[in-house]
């Protein structure tokens, strides 16, 4: 399996605040937290290039429980979140943005479909 990383960015509300509560959020739960770190990069364009917060997760260290297990724990941390808050997850295969408090299935499916480093 190649190592492919999943950047997880919050793209609006108080940014570095709720980063710091997904990776912590991330960090604390068993199948997720050994491969999650943070870093500092550009936000896109879009974003006006501004500096935040990545979540990094390793994906290739995971395996596919783990990447069912990654797309559950940000579906549950999502849920405490303000409903205006966005996140989006980017890997190598494509980009999600999750804007809803309650992810749909297709949101599930594509995000898992970008997770997978397999297919």
């Known amino acids: 399996m190649a190592t ?9 509300g108080n940014e570095s605040v709720e980063a710091s509560e997904l990776f912590h959020w991330l960090k604390d739960d068993r199948d997720v937290r050994n ?3 943070r870093t500092i990069g550009e936000a896109g364009q879009a974003e006006l290039s501004a500096t935040v917060e990545i979540i990094v997760a390793g994906i290739g260290a995971i395996g596919a429980g783990g990447i069912a297990q990654l ?22 295969k494509g ?7 309650n992810f749909s299935s297709d949101d599930i499916a594509e995000l898992t479909r970008i997770l997978d480093d397999d297919a």
Request: hydrophobic share 35%; proline share 7%; aromatic share 2%.
């Open 35 to 37: 491969p999650v770190s």
């Open 95 to 101: 980009r999600k943005k999750l804007t809803a408090r």
């Open 4 to 12: 492919m990383d999943a950047h997880i960015t919050v793209l609006s």
């Open 71 to 92: 797309v559950s724990s940000l579906q549950s941390w999502r849920r405490t979140r303000p409903p205006e808050l966005i996140i989006e997850v980017k890997t190598e």
